[in-house]
């Protein structure tokens, strides 16, 4: 797997890289600017996380890119390596820039509260939650991520069963489908609409007019909820492994 992730890093490497750059002169250009000429931290901070949205789904768009072309590549197909590979490369790309982009954003943090004299967010979310809940936190923040990234990906490759634009339309209209029937069926099943992981971090004002958060805790309901998440995602990984070595069409 470490020979495709390397060759994937390498396809991906130079425009990777270039919004990396790009991203961290546009961070810089906008906290010392913002800072210098007296904006308001809140403008600042909505410009910051704008950004960091958008190189999110960047890095989301490039997972999802990298896969297409794994399948469509007929020589790749020819190589003598398991087909979850094939799934598990473009994830692991896609959590490892995840990882440095939640570097940066930690490193902008620890400017921002510098100049703006402000407590670090992250510093005030370490001490509302216990070192358990942000485990959990970061867990189900994963699990979510690997769950939506794995409807798209068995989504596309359900695309690649019929030629030209009509394999687009059905993969579009699955993907619908499948976001729209599993909430669905755990609301009858579990009587919740809740999906892909269950961090609950409610607000309380207090009577100094401070504002603490609580963490929800796992009942019953939700751990059935996400073994049957567990049992959806098993499928989706099985069924595109089924369609990349038996159905799609190159």
Known sequence: MLKLLKYDWKRNATMTLAGLVILLVAQIVNIVVGWRNGWNEQFVIVIACMLFFFSALLVFLMACQTFMANIKAYSRRLLPLPTIYT????????????????????????????????????????????AGEIAISIVLAIWGSVFTTMVIFFCMAFSRIVEGKGGTFLGIIVCILIFTIIPWVEDILFSTSEVYGFIRLSPIESGNGSMTLTFGSFNSIEWLTLAFEAGVLFCLVYGTI?????????
């Open 87 to 130: 799934i598990a490369s473009p994830l692991v790309l896609m959590f490892g820039l995840t990882i440095v982009l939640f570097l940066l954003l930690a490193a902008f943090d620890a400017v921002f509260s510098s100049l703006y004299d402000k407590t670090s967010f992250l510093r005030l979310l370490i001490e509302q939650l216990t």
């Open 242 to 250: 089924y369609l990349i070595e038996r159905r799609i069409k190159l």
